[in-house]
């Protein structure tokens, strides 16, 4: 289920506050097997500090608690040994920090590292890797121990794949590929005890609260902290949005669609975005403006070429350099007839995998701008036989043309221009619309 955040009045944390066979799952007591007598777990509801929170390999979350974790958002506690079975036999009552490595060329890549005192646990599959525990600095050069926290930060959302360590207000940036550490004092930060990376998004818990900062800077951006109650966990009493609905399925549509450079897919309705990360268990809106701050009134059109981010909306093109974040380039927006040689407003766009053509949906006609060419003008236009297009996607599997809750699918652009019968018409799947059948 989802729920409405405080924060922006739109849908965000992965809680359903109105099942309640979830609820009462989280009292619990189990039988000691041996002795027969009834042991307490801690409950995460009565405002608990969390050691560490971590995804495994499957995007599952981990909450942890000296010897005890939680797996996922909703559910009861258990000792963490009956998932991490080797931490038994290092004696662990507790580990300080636990990171998932983000390398995609390493070997390493979707690895849990765990931290105690001076030593790091490696786990792939919930399974120790052979020569584990290590010390730090062995593995790590220049961390230091007795760790607070650590989060991955993947290229994209810092300048490359890095690790943040945390201790006090310490923060220790660390390059997986270079191994270079840069280390920065973030005072105006509360200390974490555990970091968390959901979403795309960055998370300092402290006590039974939580901050969102800015990984690359440590700023702090809206209202915090925040009760960790009321969004990455379901209790009782706590929460926002119990009551929400999600609209029906077909009285949603996509305004736009695209892949960027790094691969990631976003999905844009109305003034929401969507990361629709394929391995990733949840799928929520924030808002565009989260993330593209000048684009206050939502898309017409998005689409990426070259580490930029083009936004459409109206007569105005925005163009986002992609790095840490994203940056508006200087001088932008711009007019469509400055950048693309036509007049506004158009329908939908996309540029196909490792092509240099746009090709702009203007009602029912397809016009080709070429992205190399200066000044940039029309190359061909031709008419389609489908209409009402809201959406256009171009990836290794083809061309998905997108209209109100269903979608089409063309082998490649000159398939799409020359059809004139429809393919059979696909249900968008409801995860990328955020709604209900």
């Known amino acids: 289920g989802s729920l409405i955040s405080a924060e922006h009045n739109h849908l965000h944390f992965p809680c359903c506050l109105h099942n309640l066979s979830c609820i009462n799952a989280l009292y619990f007591h189990t039988v000691n097997a041996e002795d027969g007598q009834h042991h307490d777990h801690p409950d ?49 009552g507790h580990i300080d920090a636990a990171f998932r490595m983000h390398n995609p060329d390493s070997e390493d890549h979707d690895h849990i ?25 062995k593995v790590f050069k220049e961390i230091p121990s007795h760790l607070d926290a ?94 929400y609905q999600p609209p029906k399925c077909s009285d949603v549509k996509l305004d736009a669609i695209t892949t960027d450079d790094e691969g990631k897919p976003y999905a844009f309705i109305g003034s929401n975005y969507m990361h629709l990360n394929p391995k990733g268990p949840h799928r929520h809106p924030f808002p565009i403006i989260r993330k593209w701050k000048e684009v206050t009134e939502g898309v017409d059109a998005v689409f990426s070429y070259t580490d930029k981010l083009y936004m459409i909306k109206g007569e105005q093109v925005y163009i986002y350099k992609s790095g840490a974040g994203y940056t508006l380039i200087e001088g932008y927006p711009k007019t469509l007839k400055e950048e693309l040689g036509i007049d506004g407003p158009i329908t939908a766009s996309f540029v196909c995998p490792s092509e240099h053509t746009v090709h702009i949906i203007q009602g029912s006609k397809m016009m080709d701008v070429d992205l190399t060419a200066t000044p940039r003008a029309v190359t061909s236009e031709v008419p389609l036989s489908i209409s009402d297009i809201d959406a256009v996607l171009c990836d290794a599997d083809g061309v998905k043309v997108y209209k109100g809750s269903q979608y089409y699918e063309y082998a490649s652009p000159m398939v799409l221009a020359v059809s004139r019968i429809a393919p059979v018409p696909q249900n968008v799947p409801r995860e990328i619309l955020g709604c209900q059948d």
């Open 44 to 92: 995460r509801c009565d405002g608990i500090e969390f050691d560490a929170i971590v995804p495994d390999e499957n995007g599952v979350t981990y909450f942890f608690k000296d010897n005890h974790l939680w797996r996922g958002f909703t559910g009861s506690a258990h000792f963490f040994n009956h998932t991490f079975k080797e931490l038994d036999d290092h004696h662990i």
């Open 113 to 137: 590292y765990f931290f105690l005192d001076d030593k790091v646990f490696s786990y792939y599959n919930h399974t120790l890797e052979e020569g584990y525990p290590k010390e730090i600095n």
């Open 150 to 243: 650590a989060v991955e930060c993947p290229k994209g959302e810092c300048v490359t794949d890095s690790v943040l360590f945390f201790k006090g207000h310490v923060v220790y940036t660390y390059d997986i590929s270079t191994k270079v550490v840069k280390e920065k004092t973030w005072d105006h930060l509360p200390v974490c005890t555990s970091a968390y990376r959901w979403l795309e998004h960055h998370y300092c818990f402290h006590g039974n609260s939580f901050t969102r900062f800015n990984p690359v800077t440590g700023v702090v951006e809206g209202t915090y902290p925040k009760d960790a109650r009321n969004y990455f966990m379901m209790c009782p009493g706590f929460g926002h949005g119990g009551n």
